[in-house]
């Protein structure tokens, strides 16, 4: 219980109290990270000092988690991006009670978060709804699958007349 006395000491020495937040958001970023590190080194204890492998596994970690973020928001803007030019139906940023359908124009990055443009509407890619199946490209995807099943067909019907022809020289063949 001494260990959190000093902390909240320490706090309140520099003009700080637990629930004060140094950003307006709750993550932890590599500044904070590295500010907390070199504070617990500055007010550590000298007789019991910690070890510097504690400190390159509490480094290691980070990194680590930080990695996993960025990943994280590499694959949220794949998905926007996979969402340019399609129709979608999502929540207005600005006004979460009204829906916007429209075609995705655009996606940007902000504060971590990934948003698609919409005309002129933000949408954030959390609040999608849905997506819109475009019918004009599955009825041409449908008429080229029909046309490729209609040539193989075809071929197929090929490869039944040359196998027949050959199988009926070959039958003349051997009764001669």
Do not use: C, W
Not at 3 to 12: C, Q, R, V, Y
Not at 37 to 42: A, D, R, V, W
């Amino acid at each position: 219980m001494s260990t959190i006395d000093t902390i909240s000491s320490m706090l309140e020495t520099y003009g700080l109290s637990e629930t004060t937040s140094t950003s307006s958001s709750d993550t932890l970023d590599r500044d904070a990270f590295l500010n907390l590190l070199t504070t617990q080194m500055q007010y550590q204890d000298p007789l019991e000092p910690t070890s510097n492998e504690d400190f390159l596994a509490q480094m290691a970690q980070f990194s680590a988690l930080e990695q996993m973020q960025n990943l994280n928001t590499s694959f949220s803007l794949q998905q926007g991006y996979a969402l340019v030019g399609k129709e979608v139906i999502g929540l207005d940023s600005t006004d979460n009670s009204e829906y916007v359908e429209g075609t995705v124009d655009a996606v940007t990055l902000k504060s971590g978060e990934v948003y698609l443009t919409i005309g002129d509407v933000e949408v954030a890619l959390s609040d999608v709804q849905a997506v819109v199946n475009d019918t004009t490209e599955s009825d041409s995807l449908t008429e080229a699958l029909d046309e490729i099943n209609a040539s193989l067909t075809s071929i197929n019907e090929r490869l039944d007349s040359l196998t027949s022809t050959t199988e009926s020289t070959t039958a003349s063949e051997e009764t001669e």
